[in-house]
């Protein structure tokens, strides 16, 4: 069997960590040692489950990724670096022909996806990695685009938690909005309710003190204009395991498109779901 290399990007951010350590218990998959960083990282290394992984920084990887894709040969790269950065990442991969997986809830999303289309690279681009949360949004896309007017008049609620360093609204909060409105709420997107008081979210939420650092909780509450029904749907997620095995998915995924020949394609988790299931 071969293994897929990969290069994880974002460390030492504490998803990338628990991506890495993944990566290194699965027999199908080999880490590369390199991980591109942000400028603010002021170290040059870090060791995961044993292993060290040298950081590089914005000046330097141009010329470091030559000597990196000399000596691996092909590999995927994981992206979970800051909202801020994926554009300029997706360019960066795009012009050193490296496809990858991205996980973003920021950016210009459309010029991210012309960025690979325009590339010889393919890539998995989502705002959630999490297959069955995905799975979710998209039984409620079904229903948007089927039942425009389900929920005519109702009052939409929504309320999300993640940890203290996140720094955008959640991606799916945002999503399930647009589905909700499509079935006729009317409800602004900034008027999602955001916690990032860990203090807040463990008194009042009740979200375990061995998660403040890692979780995401989402609540949406439909009451009927009249106060009579009320609608609730909630998907608390303590930990990041279910979106690293969604990523790792994500690899796997990817590696059998390019495989079969696939160039300049950008796809979902819901292109990984349905091609799971056929």
């Given amino acids: 069997m071969v293994k897929v290399k990969v290069m994880v990007n974002g460390l030492p951010g504490n998803v990338c960590r628990m991506i890495?350590?993944?990566?290194?218990?699965?027999?199908?998959?080999?880490?590369?040692?390199?991980?591109?960083?942000?400028?603010?990282?002021d170290i040059?290394?870090?060791?995961?489950?044993?292993q060290t992984v040298a950081l590089i920084g914005p000046d330097s990887r141009n010329a470091r990724i030559m000597t990196i894709k000399d000596q691996y040969g092909d590999f995927i790269s994981i992206d979970f670096t800051h909202p801020s950065a994926v554009n300029r990442n997706a360019r960066f991969y795009g012009t050193f022909d490296l496809p990858f997986v991205m996980g973003t809830t920021g950016g210009d999303i459309q010029h991210l996806q012309d960025t690979v289309l325009k590339s010889s690279i393919s890539a998995v681009i989502a705002p959630n990695m999490a297959k069955q949360i995905v799975g979710l949004q998209a039984m409620l896309d079904y229903g948007a685009k089927n039942f425009p007017e389900l929920f005519q008049g109702y009052q939409l609620e929504v309320k999300e938690s993640?940890?203290?360093?996140?720094?955008?609204?959640?991606?799916?909060?945002?999503?399930?909005?647009?589905?909700?409105?499509?079935?006729?709420?009317?409800?602004?997107?900034?008027?999602?309710?955001?916690?990032?008081?860990?203090?807040?979210?463990?008194?009042i939420w009740g979200i375990p003190e061995a998660y403040l650092d890692g979780h995401g909780w989402h609540t949406y509450k439909l009451t009927s204009p009249d106060g009579t029904a009320t609608f609730e749907i909630r998907h608390n997620?303590?930990?990041?395991?279910?979106?690293?095995?969604?990523?790792l998915e994500a690899v796997h995924f990817l590696q059998n498109k390019i495989k079969n020949g696939s160039r300049g394609k950008v796809f979902s988790m819901i292109d990984l779901i349905k091609a799971s299931n056929t």
């Fill in 20 to 41: 890495g350590a993944h990566i290194l218990k699965d027999d199908r998959l080999t880490l590369i040692p390199y991980s591109l960083t942000g400028p603010e990282i």
């Fill in 237 to 247: 997620i303590n930990g990041r395991s279910i979106y690293t095995e969604g990523i």
């Fill in 162 to 203: 993640h940890q203290q360093d996140k720094a955008d609204t959640s991606g799916t909060a945002k999503a399930m909005v647009a589905y909700f409105n499509a079935m006729g709420t009317g409800f602004a997107e900034d008027h999602i309710q955001i916690e990032r008081d860990p203090a807040v979210q463990q008194t």
């Fill in 44 to 50: 040059d290394q870090i060791t995961i489950e044993g």
